[in-house]
């Protein structure tokens, strides 16, 4: 259907994609259970197995509650951003997904619109476990965590990059599942490899040589080590390779993104 | 002149031909129906005429549109009101008036005052920030109506619009339409397996069966081929010869009691029938209605196994979750 490119401004684009953005950005006001269930999991790994295993591990460089802060902002992202792409999946399952589709802008417009309106819930996510986590740090609670600013605050770009990503692949599932169910499998099936074999909780050096390609064959691997080298300067690869990483993992996804899009059945 | 044509078009699902060549020229301000029992193909022509499916193939085009070519003129020349629900229940009526209006690139002052518009045309804006979830089935219809007619296209698809509402709000609905439709001098294309309704509103329509038009013209002229009313009476001792030179009956069927006649319209003749008859023990009106219609072209009847699931269901799950 996108064969009347000349046809389409880039003004309504982005009107398109505000309007995308507008309706998520409400629906996320309304359901404040959303961002409440999202940021208590985090919490418990960091307090009660970051805590409890952290009297009894060490990392070098910091203590390991520290050392999993990044890891555990990472998988709260994976998380939220993932099962973004089930609202997709409701919209088909009543006819608001045609409202949206039959009108006057392209499906690439509605992808990027889908993508910043879940990207944007999960940096609220993100803010709130920053602002916790320099809580708790300054509180001696989170050992080894001193909130400074200028990391802090390098680490939102790292995550919005990240979460950019993972609503993209979300939204690539959802445009190809039926049932919210279906969803479901497919995208734990997806969630729990890409946690643990991201590196979220253990240091890269020294893995068995097993676990290396599948770690890095991993890309919330580079976006975890991306937010320990701002918030921690403990980090494995160059920060130049994180970025490029998660840079063309972005580029990949959002590509698809749009064309399962195009794709997608009403 | 045509704003809808249809040029052979088909649509095949795997084994399945949902829509069957169908040609069909739809005017310029006309109120058109697609009737035809559920699985007749006439969501499949919707969703084809508003972009949403791609025809295996044939032509059309809307407003002078090509629907394959240029969707995106299409899709401004139309509105829609879906099946099932297409309003976010999470949002207020407001906001989904809003976020059409930016769907559609209106310009905000523009925007602002068509909703103000369509929402005290369809009696709405008392509600405009309730949620929609707690909106009656009926009223969440009349939103989406109104949100159909608020980037004013020139043609309306209506797909099913009252299907699994009561019968009050069903009417409630084609007295918001029907007005609307004149004010706004567009063209209405609508979707229905409800004979009654059909026939009330369409200038013209199409019977669809099995994908194909089966007969296409004005309720009036699709009943005339019938031959018109029956009145079935129970008479011992018919004068026959009276009913005769009455000149009202087109056709007299006796077998003995019971006298079948055919007339043009049973409504006006029926007192002159009785009174030349001679004493009758009972007498049955039958008008002829689209159904019989349906049942001349296609050898069948509706079989109306209306699966109501979609918007019955869901507008009571949304109004029990409100008590």
């Not at chain 1, 006001?29 to 960091?46: D, F, G, H, T, Y």
């Not at chain 2, 001349?296 to 949304?318: L, N």
């Amino acid at each position: 259907m996108g064969r009347t490119i000349h046809a389409i401004s880039l003004r309504d684009e982005i009107g398109g994609i505000g309007a995308i953005w507008y309706r998520e950005w409400k629906v996320f006001l309304r359901e404040k259970s959303r961002i409440v269930a999202s940021i208590v999991n985090p919490i418990l790994w960091l307090l009660v197995f970051g805590g409890g295993l952290g009297r009894n591990v060490s990392i070098p460089g910091t203590e390991y509650q520290a050392f999993i802060f990044p890891g555990i902002l990472a998988q709260a992202v994976l998380f939220s951003s993932i099962f973004f792409g089930v609202y997709i999946v409701w919209d088909r399952k009543i006819d608001f997904l045609k409202e949206v589709l039959v009108a006057p802008i392209s499906r690439t417009a509605v992808f990027i619109g889908k993508v910043i309106g879940g990207a944007t819930d999960s940096m609220v996510q993100s803010l709130i476990l920053l602002g916790l986590g320099a809580g708790l740090g300054a509180a001696g609670i989170i050992p080894g965590l001193h909130p400074r600013l200028l990391p802090f605050a390098a680490a939102l770009p790292i995550l919005a990059v990240t979460t950019a990503s993972l609503v993209s692949v979300g939204l690539i599932i959802g445009a190809m599942m039926e049932s919210p169910e279906g969803f479901q499998l497919v995208s734990s099936f997806l969630l729990f490899p890409t946690f643990f074999l991201s590196g979220a909780l253990f240091p890269l050096d020294r893995l068995p040589a097993w676990l290396t390609p599948l770690v890095l064959i991993d890309p919330l691997t580079y976006s975890v080590d991306a937010l320990r080298h701002v918030i921690l300067d403990n980090a494995h690869f160059p920060l130049g390779l994180d970025l490029g990483v998660m840079a063309g993992f972005l580029a990949i996804v959002v590509w698809m993104g749009s064309f399962a899009f195009r794709r997608m059945k009403v | 002149m045509a704003i809808i044509e249809l040029d052979h078009v088909t649509k095949q699902f795997d084994d399945l031909t949902a829509v069957d060549g169908v040609t069909l020229e739809i005017v310029d301000g006309e109120f058109f129906g697609l009737l035809g029992p559920n699985g007749a193909g006439k969501t499949t022509t919707l969703l084809m005429l508003t972009t949403l499916l791609r025809p295996t193939s044939g032509t059309a085009r809307v407003n002078g549109f090509d629907l394959v070519r240029q969707p995106r003129q299409v899709r401004n020349a139309i509105g829609i009101v879906f099946q099932d629900p297409s309003s976010d229940d999470t949002l207020t009526g407001y906001e989904n008036l809003k976020l059409h209006g930016m769907l559609y690139h209106m310009p905000v002052a523009l925007r602002e005052q068509r909703i103000r518009d369509v929402l005290a045309l369809v009696d709405l804006t008392d509600r405009k920030d309730g949620i929609v979830k707690h909106y009656s089935g009926g009223m969440r219809r009349r939103l989406e109506l109104a949100r159909g007619l608020m980037h004013r296209p020139k043609v309306l698809f209506l797909d099913e619009p009252t299907l699994g509402l009561d019968p009050q709000s069903r009417e409630h609905i084609w007295t918001y339409v029907e007005p609307l439709v004149a004010e706004e001098k567009i063209t209405v294309v609508l979707t229905t397996h409800y004979m009654e309704e059909a026939d009330r509103l369409c200038a013209r329509l199409a019977i669809i069966d099995h994908g194909r038009i089966v007969a296409l013209d004005s309720p009036a002229h699709l009943k005339r081929v019938l031959g018109g009313d029956t009145i079935t009476l129970g008479v011992r001792a018919p004068n026959l010869d009276a009913v005769t030179a009455l000149g009202l009956v087109d056709k007299i069927d006796r077998q003995d009691a019971v006298v079948k006649l055919t007339v043009r319209d049973a409504k006006a003749c029926l007192q002159h029938i009785l009174q030349a008859v001679g004493p009758v023990d009972w007498v049955e009106v039958h008008p002829v209605t689209l159904d019989d219609v349906f049942m001349h072209y296609t050898g069948h009847e509706m079989r109306d196994a209306s699966e109501e699931g979609g918007w019955a269901e869901r507008s009571m799950r949304y109004r029990s979750a409100t008590r």
